[in-house]
């Protein structure tokens, strides 16, 4: 089983990217540190839920989507 913290990174960078934003983007849109950002999207942080939360709204998705790994998969990474 994939590491959760991982998982979360490999989600959160697809949507990003999806989106269309860097992470210099994106943490100003969560007015969050982009350092911090990067970590979370590498597997590095362990994110809190008051965080999971913020970045959904700047995103604009539920914040289950952020936890749905169902479709993720190695060109993910």
Do not use: H
Request: aromatic share 8%; net charge positive; glycine share 8%.
């Amino acid at each position: 089983m994939d590491d959760p913290k991982k998982l979360f990174g490999r989600r959160l960078r697809l949507l990003r990217k999806i989106k269309g934003w860097s992470q210099e983007r994106l943490a100003f849109e969560c007015n969050m540190d982009r350092t911090y950002l990067g970590g979370v999207e590498r597997g590095e942080r362990n994110i809190s839920l008051m965080n999971i939360f913020r970045i959904a709204k700047a995103i604009g998705v539920p914040p289950k989507a952020l936890l749905d790994f169902s479709n993720l998969d190695s060109e993910d990474s």
